[in-house]
């Protein structure tokens, strides 16, 4: 069985940071490529970043470059995802995924998911 769990979300106030976790079971993944996505209320998944399966490469959407910091430890199963300077407008549910090789923005593009972890930044 494969199973995805993110931890780390939580209430923060604009400005601060928050790191994410996505931890992996029943399997390993260090030969798939990595990604988070976030999913507000009443809006589409959208993408805010990848890493490539040996950590090589990575890709963030425009709204978080800068900010935000993808990163992975094969050795751990966990991938992660640091959140600076962060901003009402992260708010969302953050979600975890797991496939191929490359860092792609497509939500097409993973076979995994974990469940979501709540984010959410105060004024």
């Known amino acids: 069985q494969v199973q995805l769990v993110e931890s780390g979300g939580g209430l923060v106030q604009a400005g601060g940071s928050l790191r994410l976790s996505c931890a992996a079971s029943?399997?390993?993944?260090?030969?798939?490529?990595r990604a988070w996505f976030r999913q507000a209320p009443g809006k589409e998944r959208e993408f805010v970043a990848a890493i490539s399966w040996s950590g090589g490469s990575t890709y963030y959407a425009d709204s978080v470059k800068g900010r935000f910091t993808i990163s992975r430890d094969n050795a751990k199963n966990t991938v992660y995802l640091q959140m600076n300077s962060l901003k009402p407008e992260d708010t969302a549910v953050y979600y975890c995924?797991?496939?191929?090789?490359?860092?792609?923005?497509?939500?097409?593009?993973?076979?995994?998911w974990g469940q979501g972890t709540q984010v959410t930044v105060s004024s």
């Open positions: 995924a797991a496939g191929g090789y490359s860092p792609r923005a497509s939500p097409n593009s993973y076979d995994y």
């Open positions: 029943g399997r390993t993944f260090s030969s798939y490529a």
